[in-house]
């Protein structure tokens, strides 16, 4: 079944579903995605559409008792799926949604004009606004590279920022440190299973690194081999002889047909949301999960950031943040850092893994941290972080 993004539009009729669903629509086609990636849930379709594995978020139409779908709710409550409680009036929050949602930061929609940042919202929540659209490609030299350097062009073509070995790591870099720098960086491995693939102890580490860092796997499978068994994140494509130009698969030339290269790129489109969302997801079960055996108070809010008290008295925010944190990243941030800062939020930090990043990046966030207001936090620091830092 192939993964698509889930709005699930719930509780109270409004008269501004359809245009919110429109201008959905128009922001994943921006973002080269297809409709067909997309599926909008309601009442009337929820119990036989939905996919409980798929990126997914849920807006709640709140108008006061008796509240609507609540069945649906806790099923999405239950499926974690963040949850936006979308009202008229912020100031009678308490009044119009459902206690379920008592604890979760509201969008106030008052007017058409409000459109744009609840869409905003959206995207963040299934993890689509992270402009870079970065992948790996993963092969064995002397069996497949023609093909890899074909797809390499036709997905750069296609506005992706892609990692080829051969043609990415700039002279003088220290080539090894720079592979697994960009692999963690990431958003999907392409990755081409020749029946040598894992005789080459390089091309297995960089599986094992992908792997270990939850980072999702598109496996492009050659004609007569048996598919190679990776993780759990990887997606097959069973590749046919008819999927090579003139039927050829085994000489030093080979190339694949466009209809091939396409569903390559489809199958990378269906899945990097997903694999973007358990990235960030796993950061933040990170950080929830060790507050909780130090027993310190935080929330979860619907924008996929963390709210505490620190033990200063002052309310901090905790933003996961995939891949490596650049000042761009924090650019990227400042709708979200701003609304969090209506909060009375004095702190803002961003959570990010920093195994495997290059020494020179690291040392440049720590500069970063010196001069912007928005600070960084290892994912190795978390515990001595939360104990030091969030009060009970």
């Known amino acids: 079944m192939t993964t698509r993004y889930q709005v699930i539009l719930i509780g109270n009729e409004n008269q501004y579903n359809v245009d919110i669903v429109d201008t959905f629509i128009k922001r994943i086609l921006e973002l080269g995605l297809s409709e067909s990636a997309v599926a909008i849930l309601n009442k009337t379709n929820f119990h036989h559409e939905y996919q409980g594995n798929s990126p997914s978020v849920c807006l709640y139409f709140g108008v006061g008792a008796p509240y609507a779908n609540i069945d649906i709710l806790n099923i999405c409550i239950n499926d974690a799926i963040f949850v936006i409680p979308i009202l008229d009036d912020l100031t009678s929050f308490s009044l119009l949604i459902p206690r379920e949602l008592e604890l979760i930061n509201g969008f106030q929609l008052k007017s058409g004009n409000d459109i744009e940042a609840l869409v905003g919202r959206i995207l963040e929540a299934l993890s689509l606004l992270r402009i870079s659209r970065r992948l790996f490609i993963s092969y064995r030299r002397n069996e497949s590279r023609s093909v890899a350097i074909q797809v390499y062009e036709f997905l750069d073509q296609c506005g992706f920022d892609v990692f080829l070995d051969t043609v990415s790591v700039n002279p003088g870099v220290v080539f090894q440190d720079e592979l697994w720098h960009r692999l963690t960086d990431t958003d999907v491995v392409v990755l ?54 003139f039927k050829v698969f085994n000489r030093a030339n080979r190339t694949l047909t466009r209809k091939a290269l396409e569903k390559v790129k489809n199958l990378v489109e269906s899945i990097r949301a997903r694999n973007l969302a358990a990235r960030q997801d796993n950061l933040i ?72 990043i290059m020494t020179k990046w690291l040392k440049h966030l720590e500069w970063l941290d010196l001069h912007l207001p928005v600070k960084t936090i290892r994912v190795t620091d978390v515990y001595s972080w939360v104990n030091l830092n969030v009060a009970v």
């Open 285 to 356: 079960e990170e950080f929830v999960s060790t507050s909780r055996k130090l027993e310190r108070t935080i929330n979860l809010q619907s924008e996929k950031y963390i709210t505490l008290k620190t033990l200063r008295g002052n309310n901090a925010a905790i933003i996961p943040t995939v891949g490596v944190p650049q000042a761009f990243t924090y650019y990227q941030k400042e709708d979200l850092i701003n609304t969090i800062h209506k909060h009375a939020v004095k702190e803002i930090y961003l959570l990010f893994d920093h195994r495997n």
């Open 192 to 245: 081409l299973d020749t029946p040598g693939f894992l005789e080459s102890r390089w091309t297995a580490l960089e599986l094992a690194q992908a792997s270990s860092m939850s980072i999702g796997i598109v496996q492009l499978i050659w004609p007569n081999h048996t598919q190679t068994p990776f993780s759990k994140l990887c997606f097959p494509i069973k590749f046919l002889r008819r999927d090579f130009v």
